[in-house]
T-cell receptor
Framework: NAGVTQTPKFQVLKTGQSMTLQCAQD?????MYWYRQDPGMGLRLIYY???????DKGEVPNGYNVSRLNKREFSLRLESAAPSQTSVYFC???????????FGQGTRLTVV | QKEVEQNSGPLSVPEGAIASLNCTYS??????FFWYRQYSGKSPELIMS????GDKEDGRFTAQLNKASQYVSLLIRDSQPSDSATYLC?????????????FGSGTRLSIRP
């Protein structure tokens, strides 16, 4: 049982390059989330999704796009990476209702 | 004002003592409350959830919720060096079409031998 799987684990980009972070869960969860974590900032919500085909902006959506491809997968795209997007990115998923989120192992992204 | 606020610490507590972590939230309609522990370089892991006013105990951990004061706390009894980590408070709100989970900035806890 893999839980929430993120790829890649590490990535270095040059300013202006694009990339997609992949996330998949095998727990049959409805909701999925993308967070970024910077030193001293906790986890900040970028986008979230309640179901396939629906997405909503979180606290810090600028510079990102997302796609909920199906119930299992939720991808995060950086169209033109900037040094300010250097961060650790976490994907998470949960059931509907008052339940907790389960996290992937994170992607450490550096933009130079 | 951030939706979820925590004292960033670091909070230093002697081994065997009680560690007290606090969190306030701004959205009165928030429905679920969570405490996560995060070790350096690792993913957050859930240690406690609480949904109604009062106390909830699980081993050495007690979560306390006061919705009127919009306040959540976590007590760790008999603190151990392995409890040294960052503790994240999280608040969940359900909407008609979706739910979102917002985190505080975390409190760094250090247990000194």
């Amino acid at each position: 049982n893999a839980g929430v799987t993120q790829t890649p684990k590490f990535q270095v980009l040059k300013t202006g390059q694009s990339m997609t972070l992949q996330c998949a869960q095998d727990m049959n969860h409805n909701s999925m989330y993308w967070y970024r974590q910077d030193p001293g900032m906790g986890l900040r919500l970028i986008y979230y999704s309640a179901s396939e085909g629906t997405t909503d902006k979180g606290e810090v959506p600028n510079g990102y796009n997302v796609s909920r491809l199906n119930k299992r997968e939720f991808s995060l795209r950086l169209e033109s990476a900037a040094p300010s997007q250097t961060s650790v990115y976490f994907c998470a998923s949960s059931y509907r209702g008052n339940t907790e989120a389960f996290f992937g192992q994170g992607t450490r992204l550096t933009v130079v | 004002q951030k939706e979820v606020e925590q004292n960033s610490g670091p909070l230093s507590v002697p081994e065997g003592a009680i560690a007290s972590l606090n969190c306030t939230y701004s959205d009165r309609v928030s429905q679920s409350f969570f405490w996560y522990r995060q070790y350096s370089g690792k993913s957050p892991e859930l240690i406690m959830s609480i949904y109604s006013n009062g106390d909830k105990e699980d081993g050495r951990f007690t979560a306390q919720l006061n919705k009127a004061s919009q306040y959540v706390s976590l007590l760790i009894r008999d603190s151990q060096p392995s409890d040294s980590a960052t503790y994240l408070c999280a608040v969940r709100r359900e909407y008609s079409s979706a739910s979102k989970i917002i985190f505080g900035s975390g409190t760094r806890l250090s247990i000194r031998p």
